[in-house]
């Protein structure tokens, strides 16, 4: 499946933003689904997850309670709803996927074979 993100802009501190991430092809529906982020300067980082089948989602500490991701199936189509945003979550947001990836594997980088090109995300003091 291909993958193209978008929704990243500049947003203040308290912020929300929601990105969007399309995929083409067919089979969306057995993807799981996950964000990943990578700060300036910083390695890439899971932020969170959505397994195929049960919808059943994953998120790292830093973004837990702050940040909802969802899916719709029908649209090919994961969202990643952040709130709360604070300067820390500036970030390039990526959209990744891999079909029938289990829990285990899930917030591991290298599982996932599909990936998005990314959207920048600036939060302002």
């Known amino acids: 499946v291909q993958l193209q993100a978008s929704g990243g802009g500049l947003v203040q501190a308290g912020g929300s933003r929601r990105l969007s991430c399309i995929g083409s092809?067919?089979?969306?529906?057995?993807?799981?689904l996950a964000w990943f982020r990578q700060a300036p300067g910083k390695d890439r980082e899971f932020a969170a997850a959505i397994r195929y089948g049960t919808g059943a989602t994953y998120y790292s500490d830093s973004v837990k309670g702050r940040f909802t991701i969802s899916r719709d199936n029908a649209k090919n189509t994961v969202y990643l709803q952040m709130n709360s945003l604070q300067p820390e979550d500036t970030a390039v947001y990526y959209c990744?996927?891999?079909?029938?990836?289990?829990?285990?594997?899930?917030?591991?980088?290298?599982?996932?074979?599909?990936w998005g090109q990314g959207t920048q995300v600036t939060v302002s003091s």
């Open positions: 092809g067919r089979s969306f529906n057995i993807y799981t």
């Open positions: 990744a996927a891999d079909r029938y990836l289990n829990v285990d594997n899930i917030s591991t980088e290298w599982y996932y074979d599909c």
